[in-house]
């Protein structure tokens, strides 16, 4: 299959380093302490955060820091796929690891030590990259949450298809069976949280490759740190400080 025409357009219409249309919303889960939905193209991901509050189970309570959790799943609609994914399926369950490891990478735990975080997330509409999506859906919700971090952790993928490095993979592209490259960046720290490759690449194309996904990333903070100032503008008017 011709993932890349002669006219350098991808299946969607899109060039090889061009991402998908980015959306987002703060505050979508009214008794969460934050939330955000996060949307890439046409996956569509929501993500609420609860805390810092007390530790539900005393044995995990950590002295010198927050304890952080993380729950991920994927609605039964989100597919199309008939099939019933069960609770805590091994993907699940990996995805929910990778996503508090990440998100660990930039809270700072040790300001809010014998606490606990929970973040749930979940998939309304898979097209790819969806843990990407996740990762920033969850960036959004800690940051309206108030959760003290580092930096905003940002996430996005990276392929090879047909000879051509392509930025931000839709579900057909990722299926595709070629060379796929998750990062998550911390951007102003210029340090990097996450790194998932599921094929192997020569050197020189994986750096090519990683290069665009972290742009991809960068494309995404610039997007996240737009919509935080909106939200700021929009609660200063709503207190009376605005013209």
Same mark, same amino acid.
């Given at each position: ?21 980015? /959306? ?12 955000? $939905?996060?949307?890439?193209?046409? +996956? ?8 810092? /509050? ?8 950590? *002295? ?28 699940? +369950? ?13 809270? %700072? +735990?040790?300001?809010?030590?014998? $606490? ?7 998939? %309304? ?6 843990? $990407? ?6 960036? %959004? ?20 298809? *047909? ?18 490259? +998750?990062?998550?960046? %911390? ?20 750096? *090519? ?21 909106? *939200? ?12």
């Amino acid at each position: 299959m011709e993932y890349v025409n002669p006219e350098g357009l991808r299946l969607d219409g899109r060039r090889p380093m061009e991402m998908r249309q980015l /959306r987002a919303e703060i505050g979508v889960v009214s008794r969460a302490d934050g939330s955000a $939905s996060f949307e890439m193209g046409n +996956t569509k991901v929501i993500a609420a955060v609860y805390g810092p /509050r007390e530790v539900q189970n005393r044995s995990q309570q950590m *002295n010198d820091q927050a304890l952080v959790r993380c729950e991920y799943s994927m609605a039964n609609f989100s597919t199309g796929d008939r099939r019933r994914k069960t609770k805590g399926d091994r993907r699940s +369950t990996e995805i929910s690891l990778v996503i508090r490891q990440t998100m660990e990478a930039c809270i %700072l +735990t040790h300001l809010m030590p014998r $606490s606990q975080i929970d973040i749930y997330v979940q998939v %309304l509409q898979a097209d790819g990259g969806t843990r $990407s999506a996740c990762i920033n859906a969850a960036t %959004l919700a800690l940051a309206d949450a108030g959760i003290p971090m580092r930096d905003l952790v940002t996430s996005c993928s990276a392929g090879y298809l *047909n000879s051509t490095p392509l930025l931000d993979l839709n579900y057909l592209e990722d299926s595709a069976g070629g060379a796929d490259v +998750t990062v998550g960046i %911390l951007p102003k720290l210029d340090k990097v949280t996450l790194l998932q490759m599921d094929a192997k690449l020569p050197m020189d194309i994986f750096e *090519n490759v990683m290069q665009l996904a972290v742009e991809g990333c960068k494309a995404v903070e610039s997007h996240i740190r737009e919509i935080l100032l909106e *939200n700021a503008q929009t609660l200063v008017i709503r207190q009376g400080y605005g013209s």
